[in-house]
């Protein structure tokens, strides 16, 4: 019998923890608060009718470069280390998979980075000193169902657009749709959600149940 595989999706940010991943280092690091970071970065994004995303990575450099904190690799994941989790997602995972608008690099210095197959997340490009000077993936919105194919296709590459065009019947896919489960809290996961629940799956609303706000959004 053919081996079944059902994979857990996960949005990071507010889905597995509470807040955004830069407010707990980074941000105190560069002497701004949160709601100065935030604001700046989507005025950036307004002001040039830009992609907020990419608008967020652009200040991580400034701001950085301008406070003298390390654009290292190895920074961003000790940067990691210090993001807080929810209470229980150290203790659950099968085969699972990030999807995220937030930083790859933090992400892989958390405790649950070794439980998932693959991260698929915003990265920069590096130099020979290992230091970040460019954004190499951005995932946005709408770009985010990408991965969703990629995973149902069994292709791991972020680079690799070639495979992803490739008819593959779906009953020969190494992940179905029918078998996928998304996890998600916020409006960058909503098109994620929608393939996967059209396509047979399920898709899962995280929310602070403290927060009656989120609860409303997710609801909607």
Known sequence: AKKLT???IYDFDGTLSPGNMQEYDFIPAIGKSNREFWEESNETAREQDGDPILAYMYRMLHEAKSSGISLRRESFARSGQNIELYEGVREWFPQNY???SRLREMIEGTPIAKEFRKIY???FLYDIDGVAYWPAVAVN???KTQFIFKINKGIESVYDSRRINEYIEEEQRPVQF???IYFGDGTTDIPCM???KQQGGHSIAVYNPRSRQKRMEMME
């Open 194 to 196: 929608k393939l996967v």
């Open 141 to 143: 919105y709408t770009n």
């Open 6 to 8: 059902v994979a857990l």
């Open 121 to 123: 997340a915003c990265s």
């Open 98 to 100: 990030i999807n995220s």
């Open 178 to 180: 029918r078998h996928m």
